[in-house]
T-cell receptor, first 111, second 117 residues
Framework: DAKTTQPPSMDCAEGRAANLPCNHS???????VYWYRQIHSQGPQYIIH???NNETNEMASLIITEDRKSSTLILPHATLRDTAVYYC????????????FGTGTRLTIIP | GAVVSQHPSWVICKSGTSVKIECRSL??????MFWYRQFPKQSLMLMAT?????????EQGVEKDKFLINHASLTLSTLTVTSAHPEDSSFYIC?????????????FGEGSWLTVV
């Protein structure tokens, strides 16, 4: 069963903010929201993760709704190198809980 | 972030032979590593979970005798594809779990392309 739902594809103009949505309506209280991206022919790259508070790092911001049923990954100033498939994954943050990948969102940055 | 390295990046082997792919955590100890396979235009599929010093746990449908996993140290796990066939041609990706404080982030290697001819 898919734990997350993402749009299959999105376009964003270079230099603009890219906002990638993710629905995770069945998330449990001890599950975190993780975001990874995969550039063509490379291994996935960790971007950010959070539990309930909004998070920001040098790559992106993560906005999680108060009910935690959805989140948005924000790339503040998209560049052509941000073209990739973005995966939203929910996972417990302890033990050996594995990452299960869905189909993700293919983000294309347009010059 | 933490660095995970795979070797080789790509390999071509003849049908019926075996090939080994290495996965190393370069700057942290990884008690748990994961092996994935990805076919063109598809998402990553988890093959097995590898724990240091114990047997790997395989996902349903993955043949443990064909995909041998060894996790002999805290920084190295290997995947051996035995008696490879053309249908085993794929992108194989490993990942390792870094435990830091209360965090538990998983980092991925660069992937290894296997072509069986």
């Amino acid at each position: 069963d898919a734990k997350t739902t993402q749009p299959p594809s999105m376009d964003c103009a270079e230099g603009r903010a890219a906002n990638l949505p993710c629905n995770h309506s069945t998330i449990s209280g001890n599950e975190y929201v993780y975001w990874y991206r995969q550039i063509h022919s490379q291994g996935p790259q960790y971007i950010i993760h959070g539990l309930k508070n909004n998070e920001t790092n040098e790559m992106a911001s993560l906005i999680i709704t108060e009910d935690r049923k959805s989140s948005t990954l924000i790339l503040p100033h998209a560049t052509l190198r941000d073209t990739a498939v973005y995966y939203c994954i929910v996972r417990e943050d302890f033990g050996n809980e594995k990452l299960t990948f869905g189909t993700g969102t293919r983000l294309t940055i347009i010059p | 972030g933490a660095v995970v390295s795979q070797h080789p990046s790509w390999v071509i082997c003849k049908s019926g032979t075996s090939v080994k792919i290495e996965c190393r955590s370069l700057d942290f100890q990884a008690t748990t590593m994961f092996w994935y396979r990805q076919f063109p235009k598809q998402s990553l599929m988890l093959m097995a979970t590898s724990n240091e010093g114990s047997k790997a746990t395989y996902e349903q449908g993955v043949e443990k005798d064909k995909f041998l996993i060894n996790h002999a140290s805290l920084t190295l796990s290997t995947l051996t594809v035995t008696s490879a066939h053309p249908e085993d041609s794929s992108f194989y990706i490993c990942s390792a779990r870094e435990r830091r404080g209360t965090g538990n982030t998983i980092y991925f290697g660069e992937g290894s392309w296997l072509t069986v001819v």
